[in-house]
């Protein structure tokens, strides 16, 4: 039979009127997409009087502005409202039906008032998300938030003082759960991405060449090298003393307290009121804010009635369009490459606009499990590790069998008790010489360290070319397992694959002969060796610290009694790995993860300020009154 393709195209039209006046959806969002255009720098006032400049991007049809009542998604930024990326980004949804607006962050770029690293965005959020929502006529009202680390960092300070307008936020890869815990320090060290980070926007909003020089990635090492940590004025960024300031805060003030529970920085106390909106909560096995998602999903979905969703795959920070992260590749099912254009726009549409889709049957959690793959060299020399997607409804998943895995004097990792005589194994840490950083779960890292999965071995450093070499290495630059100052426990090879899906814990006995000092800790997949990888691959998978001082309280410090031992509990972020028949699982101590963290003078003096530095003799202890060991979250294999 044969179909009259003008009569098909008419029904066709007919019934997506029917359908969109029975939806109470647009026509014009199913019949067309839409042109753009463009209102620059429209100044929203903030409480205070501060102005913050917005772009707002608006639908039309044939040149002319479209004047139905519209939903608004909004974008607040540090990032410059202008960059290329998300001007693409917003184009793309004022295409398909919305009005969207772009806002430099108080004190960036076009913004009037003075920039202080979140201190100011739960009530800009607020401000900005409300004048919007009633001074808009071309709008109804109804706001969704979307963006990137930063960008996800103000939704959820919006989120935080629950504006009446808005509807629904995107949380991808930020929203800080709490900056002691992650993010700005890590129980108790400092992250040193956030000087970075610093030092970056300053270089990128000046035209002052002296500055730009200051600033540049051979001048930038110089003071990772040489001249931390900073003191105030004689800094790279004394140029910028509001950016100065605010390092130097987040640098020495190392107690939780007020400062660390203020709205700009913590989202963990402040769940209770947060909007009861439906959010969904996204990050990466190796992106700084994989705790960060994992906790504040876990927080929020059981006292809110609107959905609440969490996503992790195998990303860095920020890279969902790609299969790998670092030297290792986890297949093409690791990609979203259709983030925005299908993923984003497609929990908008359901939320604001209220079109049926996918999104309405989409599970609660979401998850990439690592592993599986075979491990050959693919055509970028990057290690095929491999992964397939699970969905879950709880975290941890109900099903797991936590597992005690001991470690032994001789370098055994077992869920066999040590022996009464087993132990104690010692080394020195010495500050002066640390374990150099060699992939993890980071942002904002360049130019000094990369995140992402490597063979754990130590490699001459590539100033620009962070996967080639990393910041701190030294010849002969062998495996950081031969390192004296790295303690190795691993099990025998598997018999069988192993899933260890969920939260980590390491329960670690130990003592010092210094009044403070720093425990690292290491998951790590061991490849055997192989004709692609003749000395194996030590694949990094997640890694933790504490500084001792903060051993028993997060709000009060102890410093230690020398050749005292205590109980130390180091909380990596969460993974999803299968080890494979013939891998090995290991666990590596250590003192020190530099330049991730800064490092541990051992001195026991105030943080960020000790110009002194000593070594330790650090000794961890595996007997049977002291059993050091890691909980494993097994998941049984499915018969």
């Excluded at 969920?502 to 329960?507: S, Y």
């Excluded at 004709?531 to 410093?559: C, H, V, W």
Aim: proline share 6%; hydrophobic share 35%.
């Amino acid at each position: 039979m044969k179909i009259k393709t003008k009569n098909l195209y008419f029904s066709l039209i007919v019934y997506t009127i029917i359908f969109s006046i029975l939806m109470g959806v647009s026509i014009l969002s199913f019949a067309q997409e839409y042109g753009v255009t463009l209102e620059e720098n429209l100044m929203v006032p903030m409480r205070d009087g501060v102005k913050l400049a917005t772009d707002i991007y608006r639908p039309t049809i044939d040149g002319k502005v479209v004047d139905e009542e519209l939903p608004l998604i909004l974008q607040r930024t540090p990032y410059n409202k202008t960059g290329t990326t998300i001007v693409n980004q917003a184009n793309y949804f004022v295409q398909h039906g919305y009005v969207v607006a772009i806002q430099d962050c108080r004190g960036r770029y076009a913004s009037e008032g003075i920039y202080v690293k979140y201190e100011d965005e739960p009530k800009d959020g607020y401000d900005t998300v409300e004048w919007l929502g009633e001074n808009l006529p071309y709008t109804n009202g109804d706001i969704g938030m979307w963006g990137l680390s930063y960008g996800a960092h103000v939704q959820a300070c919006a989120a935080k003082l629950n504006p009446s307008h808005l509807k629904t936020i995107i949380v991808n890869m930020g929203g800080t759960f709490n900056g002691w815990d992650h993010a700005v320090r890590n129980h108790g060290a400092f992250a040193y991405k956030q000087l970075t980070w610093a030092m970056t926007q300053v270089a990128a909003e000046t035209d002052n060449p002296v500055v730009k020089e200051m600033l540049e990635i051979d001048k930038t090492i110089d003071w990772f090298q040489a001249d931390l940590p900073f003191k105030k004025g004689c800094s790279p960024l004394a140029i910028a003393p509001n950016f100065e300031a605010y390092i130097l805060e987040m640098w020495t003030h190392s107690d939780y307290d007020d400062y660390w529970k203020s709205m700009g920085t913590n989202w963990e106390e402040y769940y209770d009121v947060t909007a009861d909106i439906p959010m969904i909560h996204i990050s990466g096995w190796y992106d700084a804010y994989c705790g960060t998602a994992i906790n504040n999903y876990l927080g929020l979905v059981n006292i809110k009635k609107s959905p609440v969703r969490l996503m992790v795959g195998p990303w860095l920070h920020g890279k969902t369009e790609q299969s790998y992260a670092g030297k290792v590749d986890f297949g093409p099912d690791a990609i979203i490459s259709d983030f925005y254009s299908d993923f984003q726009l497609r929990w908008f549409d359901y939320f604001l606009k209220g079109i049926e889709n996918a999104t309405a049957t989409d599970p609660a959690i979401k998850l990439f499990i690592m592993g599986t793959g075979d491990g050959h060299k693919d055509e970028n020399g990057r290690l095929y590790h491999g992964g397939f997607w699970r969905t879950e409804e709880n975290w941890p998943i109900p099903r797991t069998q936590f597992t005690n895995y001991y470690f032994h004097s001789d370098g055994l990792l077992s869920p066999k008790m040590p022996g009464a005589n087993d132990g104690p194994i010692t080394y020195t840490f010495d500050p002066d010489h640390p374990v150099p950083t060699i992939g993890g779960s980071m942002a904002a890292s360049a130019p000094v360290f990369t995140g992402g999965a490597f063979d754990q071995r130590e490699k001459e450093f590539v100033p620009g070319k962070l996967e080639e070499g990393f910041f701190g290495s030294r010849p002969p630059y062998l495996p950081l397992k031969a390192r004296h100052d790295v303690v190795v426990f691993q099990t025998e090879p598997l018999e069988e694959d192993v899933e260890v899906t969920g939260p980590i814990v390491v329960k670690l006995f130990a003592s010092s002969t210094a009044l403070d000092t720093d425990f690292t800790v290491k998951l790590i997949d061991v490849y055997p060796y192989s004709a692609d990888f003749p000395t194996g691959f030590d694949m990094n998978l997640t890694d933790g610290i504490l500084r001792a001082r903060y051993r028993n309280s997060r709000e009060k410090q102890e410093l230690m009694k020398p050749g005292e031992i205590y109980e130390f509990t180091i909380e990596p972020f969460g993974t999803a790995n299968v080890f494979k028949k013939g891998h090995r699982i290991r666990i590596d101590i250590s003192s020190s993860n530099f330049p991730r963290f800064d490092v541990n003078p051992n001195t026991g003096e105030p943080l960020g300020a000790s110009l002194r530095k000593i070594k330790a003799d650090n000794s961890i202890y595996t007997d049977l009154i002291y059993p050091s060991h890691v909980i494993l979250p097994i998941i049984p294999a499915k018969k």
